[in-house]
Structure formats: C-alpha cells, structure tokens
C-alpha cells in the first residue's frame, strides 16, 4: 500500500522476468511522446520442469549478461510479478473519510487471504467516486515469499528494488497510453497470452473493472506436442513456433497438429467465455464488445479468426509500437513487438503517471528504507549542526575579545573619573550629591513648568466665544446690555433644603420671608406642569454670576467678609440686612459698622469669624473655574430671541446653549430712554416695545441636564423677569426644553433695572 516514493522521470532498471525470457529496456518521455531507448530479449532456452534453484541461477545469468551490454547504471528497479500470483479484487466501499480507506482496504484484503498482514505486501488504488459519495477500489496483495524470489535474482545484480509491479496491470498501463481500448463508452478486453499463464484484464465505460490470470498457456501447448509426438520440449517449442497454428476448422488441413493445438485452445476459450460471463455478472459489469491479444501467444498463426469465432466478436492483435519513437539501440523490440507491452508498461513507471500504479514492494523493505532516510536526516542534521557550530565558534571568540577591548577601554575611562569604582562599581560616587542636587534643581523646574501648563490648560478662550455670540447676530435686532463669564451648575435633588439652607438658622429670619422660602419649596417640574402637580424635587441650573463663585460661597462670603471683599453688605434701600440672600447691586457698609470690625478690625485679619452668622473662608469649597457665558440684551421680538438661540446651539463653540424662558418679557420703548435708544438697531429702536432675554451658554465640560433654567446670584442685567433680583427665585417660571425654557406658571414682569434692584419684602 505504501511505497518507496521517489522523484519523477528517474532513471531505474526496467525488468521483465518471464517464463521463458528475460527484458530490460529504457523509455524516456520526449515533447511528442515516448521514446525507447534500448530494449533486449533473451530466451530462457529452460523446460517448465526445471527445478526452481536452477532456474534463478539461469536467469540470473542471463540478466547478468544483458546488464553488460546494456550498460544500464541505474540502481534502483522496476520488475514485474506474475498476475497468477497476485489477488486482485474490485470492490465499491462505502462513503467514508478519505483516510479512512487504508483501514477498510486492509480489512477487506485480510478477509480474503489466509495470511497474516506482515506475511503479504497490499496496495490500493481509488478508481472512482461512486454517485453514492464512496469509492471504487482496486485492492491488490501477494505474498512476500514470490516477491523475495524476485529480490534474490536483482540482488545477484547488484541492484536494490524501486517498484514491484504486477505484469498484466503493466501491459493494460501501456495499451491504455496507446489508445488500444478505444472510445470511452466501449467494454474492450485484453488477453496477454503467455508462456505459462493467460492474463485477462476487462476495462468498462474508460474505468479499470476487472483482471484474471488462467493456468494456461504456450508451454501447455508446447507439452501437449510433445507428449502426442513424442519430443522433448525444446524439440515441439521449435516445432510449434515453426509450423503451429490454431485449427481452422477443416480436420483434414488441421490434421494431427492442429487437433492437438485445438485441444489446448478450446480449453483456454471455454475459460475466457467464462470469465466474460462472470464479469457480466458483477455489479458494473457488462458483455464484452472487442477483445485486443498480446503476449507470445498472439504470434501462434490463425490464433485471430479462431478466437473471432469462438468467441463471436472482434478480436485482433495489439499494436503496442504505434506512435513509439525506437532508438537503434532497440531495434530488437521489432522481431516480436506483441512481446514488449509488459516490458513497456514497466518502464512507463518511469516516465510520470500511469492509469494503475500499484506498488508491491514487502514491508520490511518500506520500513528499512525509511530508517535509512531517518539516518540520513540525523545524520545530515548533526553534520549542519557541525558546520554551524564550526562557523560561530570562531566568530564568538573574535566577539569576546572585541568585548574584553571595550570592557579594558571603560575601566579606564571610569578610573579617571572616579578610581574606587573600577574595583567596586556598588560603592558611592564622589559626585552622588551633586547629581541629586542637580535632580532636585530639575525637578523643581518640571514643577514650575507643570504649573504653568496646567493654567495654559485652564485658561478659556473668551475672545473666541464673544467673536461667536457676535456672528450669530447676523445683523438681526439683537442687542446686548451685559455678558460675563459665570460657573454653571445643577442643584439637585430637593427645593425645600436649598430654601432653608438659604438663610440663617433663626426662625425669626425664615419668617421675615414666607413668600421666597414658599415660592423655592412649592415649584412644578416641567413635566407636571400640564396636570397642576407639584413637587419638592428639581435639578436646577444655577448661574453664579461671577467667575468661580457658587451660590453657596456667595451666601457664605457676604456673611462672614474676608474672602469677597471687607465687611458686610447690605440692600441700597437700606433695609434690615438680609443674612441669606445675595442681591445683584451691592452698597458696602461704612466702614466701623460691626460687619466690618467682625471681619478686619477685631480679627486683624481677612477670613476671621464675625459676629453669628458668619463664615470663616477656609470653610468654603475652593472656586471653580468659570464654564459658561451669561449673557442679558434685548431683540425686537420673541422671534428674534428663539433664532438667536437656535444659531448659538449651531456653533461649534458652544457645548450647550439654554434660555431662560421668564426672562423673555415685552418692555416699552419709551422706558429705555434715550441712551439705551441710541445704539439700538433700527428695528428695534422703532418698535413700540421690545423684549428682554437672558441666555445661559455653557463653554465645557458634559452637557448639563437640569429641570429648570435658574440663577444662585448675580443675575442682574436690565430686564430681568419679575422679582429675579439675583436670587434662586429670579428665575423660577421655567423649564429647559432643548435650551428653550418654557413658561410653566405666570410670572410677573417688571421692566429696565428695576426688577434687578428689588427684592422681596
């Protein structure tokens, strides 16, 4: 089943043994086809009754001989087995995995041969792919014993085995080639007449189908001569190949002779029709149309009309030299051509593919072989691994002394910079300290160099976002009376906390102001503004309205000084000072009022704790840089407001642009006076009213979700919606909507600065 596998078109020693002759010749394969190169015959000159010891040391002789003339060099050989002696079978295996093959071949072989696997030599070849997904098989075996026979006569000659082919399967390969078997839809068979057996090989449809070898042949006829007149074999060989011939149905032209020949002859036909019927009979079979004869038999005369009509088909010789180049060396293949399709067909092994190639060689020889090609392998493998191994070990000695020069050289260099450390390269420097001096002076450098990094990375670019709150304009009746940086937050979650932490803890204070601390803790969500609910929950946007200053240290710093200014502040109306809320126009207290002997004069320092109420600085949380633009103006209408928003949303400036929705109030004309007038835009300056706006951009950091739009402080600017005044209230009648606040609960209006001034009493 395995083989020796070697490269193609290699030049072996082609060997045919027969029964009464010994071939050897030489193919080669040209761009036209096939050349022979030399061919020789010698006859055997031997009876079938020769013992077999002297048989071998006759054909080794005569192979000897042949070997001399030819001058063949080759080692390895090619030599055919008799298909007597072979077990060829067909069979169709089911659809398996390809490599499960091997397997099925083995069992199918085992089950009929009555020997063991290491007593045979096996081989297969996948013919075809049946329709039901599996394989036709051809499986072949024979026993190692008539193989060795063989191997002892090459071994004679100096030679060593390559293939082992079988000499019916040979002479098919050959006929195949040479287009002997016709149309592909034919069913044509081969008959190879021999000395000693009759070989019938049968393809169908193109395809390989069926081989049989008969135990009869020329010497039978030769024998049955010479028993009826008395000769001895030699004597009726010479006589038969002179004047035999096959009856011709005439008993008085055939006489003695050709009864005799006939005799033989009808015994050979009865086994043909039978095989032919066998055939017919298996799965893939079919009646044979054309019968093609090889082999020395096939030059016994009138053999061709006699199987003509014994078998009742086409019969003629085949012509295995058409198309063949013949070199002069091999013009002897000429005196018996129907003798050499064997002969060719091994050496076609030679010469690349063939339609069969089955290979018999015994396992021992296999496995012998591939534990010579292991040696081979290691043995080349230790030789490379010697030969590298010769060229580093000079190359690393020229490297360790390229390495001992650049060592010698950094030893001295390091000696005169400092000689303890050739000996004891672990021991402290001389110039350790002044190398950490020099980290230290660097490191404060990369600190100072962080810091100023970190505020060039803090800084806004607020020129930038003016340039863009003026593009957006784009000449529509839009005016600005303040913008200025703010902190944008979201208080969250609950009103009424914030409320009270609004003001001082005394109840007497919480009650000066019912209306502020009712209006913070009772306000609608957006949400349920529809149905009239309530709630306490709400996350409100706050407007510091001052860079980094959150309302909480707003409230905190006016009550305690030191951080937002000296002293204590007030209401310009002069009312009873407000603890708890931020107004957006401040007037300081003169200066020795308790607020400021609280915060400097008694302290003699800022950030001092006043009087009760008051908040040291260091209790605050640090300020926050600025992330949003307040901006307050006036638009010739509600329109005009709502495009301007829209445009601001659309610049890439801006992360998120939002309206204060009560902030958008009609104010008449005629209440700005005349320096607010003058600057105004022409639509707006002739418009009877106008309306206010108060827009909140936010310039970093994540979008800020908020349920309403408000301020903490500061939010001041002419305008402003009812009684904003800067506190948590001021801007309560909205919800953000897409950066559109809508008006959830009626608010009052109020017109300029008046709003902005007033608090509530």
Not at 175 to 197: M, N, Q, R, Y
Not at 408 to 415: E, S, Y
Not at 557 to 565: A, E, V
Not at 699 to 705: A, S
Request: one cysteine or more; aromatic letters at 6%; a neutral charge.
């Amino acid at each position: 089943m395995a083989s020796l596998k070697g490269p193609r078109l290699q030049r072996r020693l082609v060997l045919d043994i027969g029964s009464s002759a010994v071939r050897v010749c030489e193919l080669t394969k040209t761009k036209t086809g096939f050349q022979l190169t030399k061919y020789l015959q010698r006859e055997l000159d031997l009876p079938p009754s020769t013992p077999e010891p002297d048989r071998a040391a006759r054909v080794s002789e005569v192979l000897n001989d042949l070997l001399k003339e030819a001058k063949i060099r080759a080692r390895k050989t090619v030599f055919g087995v008799p298909g007597q002696s072979v077990f060829t079978r067909t069979r169709a295996l089911p659809p398996v995995p390809e490599h499960k093959v091997p397997q099925i071949v083995r069992y199918e072989i085992q089950q009929q041969i009555p020997f063991s696997l290491d007593q045979i030599a096996l081989g297969y070849q996948v013919l075809a792919r049946t329709e039901a997904g599996g394989y036709d098989v051809l499986m072949a075996a024979i026993k190692v014993d008539v193989v060795d026979k063989r191997l002892d006569i090459i071994k004679t000659a100096k030679r060593s085995v390559g293939i082992v082919d079988v000499c019916p399967i040979a002479a098919y390969n050959w006929l195949k080639t040479t287009g002997e078997f016709g149309a592909h839809g034919e069913c044509v068979a081969l008959i190879d007449l021999g000395a000693s057996t009759t070989d019938i090989v049968i393809e169908r449809e193109g395809q390989f189908r069926f081989t049989r070898s008969l135990n009869l042949g020329g010497n039978d006829i030769t024998n049955a001569i010479g028993n009826t007149f008395s000769m001895s074999f030699e004597e009726a060989e010479r006589l038969k190949r002179q004047r035999g011939f096959a009856p011709t149905g005439d008993t008085q032209r055939d006489g003695k002779g050709g009864e005799v020949i006939g005799q033989l002859l009808n015994r050979l036909v009865t086994e043909i029709n039978r095989s032919f019927a066998y055939f017919r009979s298996q799965p893939g079979g079919g009646p044979v149309s054309r019968v093609v004869i090889t082999g020395g038999g096939a030059c016994l005369r009138n053999i061709v009309p006699y199987l003509q009509r014994q078998l009742n088909m086409e019969v003629r010789i085949a012509q295995p030299l058409a198309g063949l180049a013949i070199a002069p060396a091999a013009q002897a293949v000429n005196e018996h051509p129907e003798q050499a399709a064997v002969a060719l067909g091994l050496a076609l092994r030679n010469c690349g593919d063939v339609p069969i190639s089955i290979n018999l060689i015994p396992p021992r020889i296999i496995e012998g072989a591939r534990r010579k090609q292991q040696y081979f392998y290691w043995a080349a493998s230790l030789l490379t691994v010697l030969a590298i191994f010769a060229t580093i070990i000079p190359d690393m000695q020229n490297k360790i002394v390229e390495v001992e020069r650049h060592t010698n050289m950094a030893r001295d260099v390091i000696g005169k910079y400092d000689p303890r450390l050739v000996d004891n390269p672990a021991s402290a420097c001389q110039y350790d300290d002044d190398l950490n001096i020099a980290k230290n002076y660097i490191k404060g450098i990369q600190d100072n160099i962080a810091s100023i990094d970190t505020f060039y990375n803090r800084r806004r670019p607020w020129l930038q976002y003016l340039n863009a709150l003026n593009d957006a304009r784009q000449r529509d009746p839009v005016w600005f009376t303040r913008v200025f940086s703010t902190t944008l937050s979201v208080d969250d979650p609950t009103m009424a906390g914030r409320a009270s932490g609004a003001f001082d803890d005394d109840d007497e204070d919480r009650a000066r102001r019912p209306g502020l601390a009712s209006a913070i803790q009772r306000r609608p969500m957006a949400g349920l503004a529809a149905t009239g609910e309530e709630t306490d929950v709400a996350r409100i946007l706050d407007s510091s309205g001052f860079p980094g200053i959150t309302a909480d240290q707003a409230r905190g710093g006016f009550r305690g000084g030191g951080r937002l200014g000296s002293g204590r502040y007030s209401r310009d109306d002069d009312e009873e000072e407000d603890s708890g809320v931020s107004a957006s126009v401040f007037v300081p207290q003169s200066a020795g009022t308790t607020g400021t002997a609280g915060a400097f004069g008694q302290m003699g320092r800022p950030g001092a704790i006043g009087p009760a109420g008051t908040v040291a600085p260091e209790d605050l949380d640090p300020m926050p840089l600025p992330n949003g633009l307040e901006i307050h103006g006036y638009a010739a209408d509600e329109g005009v407001v709502l495009n301007y928003v829209e445009r601001l949303k659309a610049r890439d400036e801006f992360i998120e642009v939002y309206l204060d929705g009560r902030s958008v109030n009609p104010v008449p004309n005629t209440d700005l006076g005349q320096s607010f007038t003058v600057g105004l835009p022409a639509a707006v300056a002739g418009s009877p009213t106008v309306v206010t706006f108060v827009i909140l951009v936010q310039v970093d950091g994540e979008p800020l979700k908020a349920t309403e739009v408000g301020s903490t402080g500061f939010m001041s600017g002419a305008g402003s919606a009812g009684d904003f005044g800067g506190r948590r209230t001021g801007l309560r009648g909205g919800t953000s909507d897409g950066g559109r606040a809508r008006r959830t609960t009626p608010a009052p209006r109020s017109t300029g600065g008046q709003g902005a001034r007033r608090g509530d009493r």
